[in-house]
């Protein structure tokens, strides 16, 4: 089955403490982005990777890190959790840059405290 | 400004019923427009997209139409069904751009 699948779901964190947040998807898309979701704000894109080690920032990156160290992972790092990074996380792929059906995964709602 | 708005944030209809949902845009530099449909507790998935050279695109149960003179996209959904109960979102594509711009989404209910 095509899917994208993000971990953990759900994850509660203190403020400081380092987390990932994992994304892998089994289509061979060249393209992947992660997106936050907050109330009155829809979805934002956070970064985005052209492909296997081509990663750039998108509209809200501070804060976060991105690698794509293979094509399947693009995994999202925060490597000092604010509270106001406590939003609703997801993940798409695409075939390609510009490709309009992007396959999101279920979302990892975060919280930090 | 890149921007997608939508008129309304909540719409209700009858089962049965056509649904109509609106979304207005401002960038005129998007190539294509799409419909995302989201329910609770999953991620947006793709319902259907629309060129901008285009003014109509049916898909099954499904019609989307651009207005490019007043800047305005719209996703008809026909005799709306429980399963139609989500938040849509409408998207463009931005020549060039490497994103989708999303509006801020409408639910929709559905009432038996």
């Known amino acids: 089955e095509a899917q994208v699948t993000q971990n953990p779901r759900y994850l509660i964190t203190v403020t400081g403490k380092k987390l990932t947040v994992t994304c892998s998807q089994n289509m061979n898309h060249e393209y992947m982005s992660w997106y936050r979701q907050d109330p009155g704000l829809g979805l934002r894109q956070i970064y985005y990777?052209?492909?296997?080690?081509?990663?750039d920032k998108g509209d809200v990156p501070e804060g976060y890190k991105v690698s794509r160290k293979e094509k399947r992972n693009f995994p999202l790092i925060l490597e000092s959790p604010s509270p106001n990074q406590t939003s609703l996380y997801f993940c798409?792929?695409?075939?390609?840059?510009?490709?309009?059906?992007?396959?999101f995964g279920q979302g990892t709602r975060l919280t930090v405290v | 400004g890149e921007s997608v708005g939508l008129h309304l944030p909540t719409l209700s209809v009858q089962e049965g019923d056509n649904s109509i949902i609106n979304c207005a845009y401002s960038n005129s530099a998007s190539d294509y427009f799409i419909w995302y449909k989201q329910e609770s507790g999953k991620g947006p998935q793709f319902i259907i997209d629309?060129?901008?050279?285009?003014d109509k695109r049916q898909g099954q149960r499904v019609t989307v139409l651009l207005n490019k003179t007043v800047k305005h996209l719209s996703l008809q959904i026909a005799a709306t069904q429980p399963g139609d109960s989500a938040v849509y979102f409408c998207?463009?594509?931005?020549?060039?751009?490497?994103?989708?711009?999303f509006g801020q989404g409408t639910r929709l209910t559905i009432n038996p």
């Open positions: 998207a463009e594509n931005i020549r060039g751009a490497q994103k989708l711009v």
């Open positions: 629309i060129r901008s050279n285009m």
């Open positions: 990777s052209m492909n296997v080690e081509v990663t």
């Open positions: 798409a792929s695409s075939l390609a840059r510009g490709n309009t059906e992007a396959f």
